[in-house]
């Protein structure tokens, strides 16, 4: 298990995003699961965020998985032991684990409201959707968010892009299209996909950037790809989901085109788990965000935003 504690503990001996992040947090922000809400998409429209009740059962879900699976991975034990303490004792502090649900939750949430602040303040200023498939980081194709960050930002920068909002996502992909020939098809990957809020200024030639930077490739047909944003709320909690999917490739029958190729969702396998869990771990809680030309703020009130970097 990955050790981001320091001497002293707590928010202030953590590095300056995370800090913003934490104290916002242990101020109680984003924890009002209330104060904003949004649809959820793929495959959920219409269903609300989750409410706190919800959340509880995915804690204590979550615990039962990590002590049982702690048996065999000392790492995951400890990591239980971590989430169990989560709002225990007089002082109730939340541990601030990117794999507890209480907390992945309210940091998702806490990012939708001071995104939403930022865009509504400037009402001018139009925003584009960006969806990047990035390359593996790591050899075994293993999630890795620690390196799929540093590679995002590389990539934005070279692309010029100056002004983002944006989160790393992780899905474990899968070739089921056992119709074909084995060469024919993708070794089983798990594929770190960013995404969020550019500038529209700036975003037609970035993507002609990224296009030239991230080329197709059999496993991942559309590896970049805009869309003007339409204010929706829920492009930004997506951007940040605590949950990940397990995508299987397959080959569907089609009346006019034959067999065409489309994807499905399945629920993680264990070892997928393991590995999410592992990643998210050695990311921290601000891991999976990625700033580009602003940064976090606290308010006096001890609310987050997010400001120009001077």
């Known amino acids: 298990m990955a050790d981001r504690n320091t001497k002293g503990g707590g928010p202030l001996a953590l590095p300056t995003t995370e800090r913003a992040v934490a104290v916002a947090m242990a101020a109680g922000s984003g924890f009002n699961t209330g104060a904003v809400t949004w649809t959820l998409g793929r495959g959920q429209r219409g269903k609300r965020s989750p409410r706190r009740a919800e959340i509880r059962i995915q804690k204590k879900r979550r615990r039962r998985w990590l002590r049982k699976h702690g048996r065999v991975h000392p790492d995951l034990a400890a990591l239980g032991q971590i989430i169990a303490g989560c709002r225990r004792g007089r002082l109730q502090r939340r541990c601030l684990h990117p794999a507890c649900p209480d907390c992945a939750h309210a940091l998702q949430r806490l990012l939708v409201r001071t995104v939403g602040h930022l865009t509504a303040g400037e009402p001018k200023v139009a925003w584009v959707t960006v969806s990047i498939i990035l390359p593996a980081s790591r050899p075994n194709g293993e999630a890795d968010f620690v390196g799929a960050r540093a590679q995002a930002e590389t990539l934005l920068r070279a692309a010029g892009v100056t002004v983002g909002v944006l989160g790393l996502d992780v899905s474990f992909n899968e070739d089921h299209r056992d119709a074909l020939p084995k060469d024919e098809r993708f070794a089983d990957h798990a594929s770190v996909h960013l995404y969020g809020l550019i500038r529209a200024e700036e975003a037609p030639a970035a993507q002609a950037a990224l296009k030239r930077l991230i080329p197709a490739s059999e496993a991942i047909r559309r590896p970049v790809q805009t869309k003007p944003w339409d204010g929706n709320l829920t492009a930004v909690a ?15 029958a089609d009346a006019k085109r034959g067999l065409v190729r489309t994807t499905r969702d399945r629920l993680l396998t264990v070892e997928q788990r393991i590995q999410a869990v592992r990643a998210l771990d050695r990311a921290g809680l601000t891991g999976r965000i990625i700033l580009l030309g602003l940064d976090f703020k606290p308010t006096n009130t001890g609310r987050l935003r997010l400001v120009p970097t001077t």
């Open 238 to 252: 997506y951007a940040h989901k605590p949950e990940f999917q397990r995508r299987q490739t397959i080959l569907r």
